[in-house]
Structures are given as C-alpha cells and as structure tokens.
C-alpha cells in the first residue's frame, strides 16, 4: 500500500494520559500535514511539518499538543495529558509539494477516544 | 469565522439524474480549491480541484466550476450513481501563505437513490 499511513487506527486513552499518533506520507512525499475533525464538522488544520521542520504551527492549540517529523520515521502528533474535548479523528496527508497548488492526500486517521 | 462554507448539510438525488453540491467562500487570497469525497470511517479522498485561473474543470463525471466574483464553487455530478453516496468537502487554500494548508468546508452528505 503506497498510501498515508496512519497508525493506531483507533485509540483509547484515560484523561491524564499521553496519545500518539503516527504518521507515514506516501513515498516520494517530504511534506506532511495535520488535521482534526471533532463531530460533525468539517476538518480544521493543525500543524504542517517537513523532515525536521515545523512550517506552519497556527492550528494547535497552545499547550499539551506537539508535532515532529524527524529525518528517519513518522510524523508523530504528541498530546499530553488528554482531556475528553481532546476525542476527535485525526487525519495526516502528505503532498510532494513541487508546485504550490497540489492535492494532499489523506489517511484513514486516527480516532481517539478518551475515556 | 467559517472562511469555507457548505450551506446544505444533506442531498438527496436519484440515479441517473445529476448531483449539484455548492461551497462558498469569503477569503479572496484563496487560489486553489479542491473536492474531497469521504465515507464513514476512512480519509478523504482527493476528487478534483481547480485553480482560480480557471473557471472550469472536468474529469470525467465530475466537474467544478468557480465564480470568484461571487466567492461561489459548484461541484456537479452527473450521471449520478448510488455509490457516490458519501460525505463531500470543499477545500481552499491560499498560496501566499506559501504553506498550503487547507481551509474545509463542513461537508454536505450526498445520498444517491438507486
């Protein structure tokens, strides 16, 4: 499967604890957005990263929420000390990005749940 | 501030006839937007875009058009068919801001009748 990979599919944490969410672009793509999509709504941008860079940073909240995309691995999304508001789907794309205007292409996402 | 809107949550279509899905925005720095099809459980799935030096685009059964002086895209359908039943996302983006972070849409849910 050559798509964005996205993993765990589903999961479960107690308020108070840590969440990871993990990410791999699809081959060839070096640009990596974050997007989170609460109940019916739509999907509202997080965080865009590049090997080792944070781009853009304007969607996250201001505090418990990282990103990085390190040069070997996935992009992880970090949420420390979750509270019940933090119950969404996440969703990573990936874009080659070689021109401005290209489609980024979604994963399946992660849907956390807390407890 | 909703930048992309979607004013119809649901619609509903036959078969056959064509499926008329609207988005509106009001950020006149955006300069490419996109459809994105999705179904419960998985991602959105990347269905046709078009740059605002267009008016028109087509790709098969699908095909957008953009009015920038009313800020107004339309993606049409047509034939429609029952398995194009699923949730549609308007996008946007605005290339000076050189991040190509996308704005959505709330989605409007199409339902296709066999």
């Known amino acids: 499967n050559a798509g964005v990979m996205q993993n765990p599919r589903h999961l479960v944490r107690r308020r108070g604890q840590e969440a990871r969410l993990r990410c791999s672009p699809m081959?060839?793509?070096?640009?990596v957005y974050w997007y989170r999509q609460l109940p019916e709504e739509g999907l509202k941008f997080m965080v865009y990263l590049q090997k080792e860079n944070i781009i853009d940073e304007s969607g996250m909240p201001k505090e418990r929420f990282s990103a990085e995309f390190p040069k070997e691995g996935p992009s992880i999304l970090r949420i420390q000390q979750v509270v019940r508001g933090d119950s969404a789907a996440y969703f990573c794309?990936?874009?080659?990005?070689?021109?401005?205007?290209?489609?980024?292409?979604f994963g399946d996402g992660t849907r956390l749940s807390i407890l | 501030d909703q930048q992309v809107k979607q004013n119809s949550p649901s619609l509903s279509v036959q078969e056959g006839r064509i499926s008329i899905l609207n988005c509106d925005y009001t950020n006149s720095m955006f300069d490419y937007f996109l459809w994105y099809k999705k179904y419960p459980a998985e991602g959105p799935t990347f269905l046709i875009s078009?740059?605002?030096?267009?008016d028109k685009n087509e790709d098969g059964r699908f095909t957008v058009f953009l009015n920038k002086s009313a800020k107004h895209l339309s993606l049409h359908i047509v034939p429609s068919q029952p398995g194009d039943s699923a949730v549609y996302f308007c996008?946007?983006?605005?290339?000076?801001?050189?991040?190509?972070?996308?704005?959505f849409g709330q989605g409007t849910t199409l339902q296709v009748k066999p």
């Open positions: 794309a990936s874009s080659p990005r070689k021109s401005l205007n290209q489609p980024q292409h």
């Open positions: 078009i740059s605002s030096i267009k």
């Open positions: 081959k060839g793509h070096s640009h």
């Open positions: 996008a946007a983006s605005a290339g000076s801001s050189n991040t190509g972070k996308l704005i």
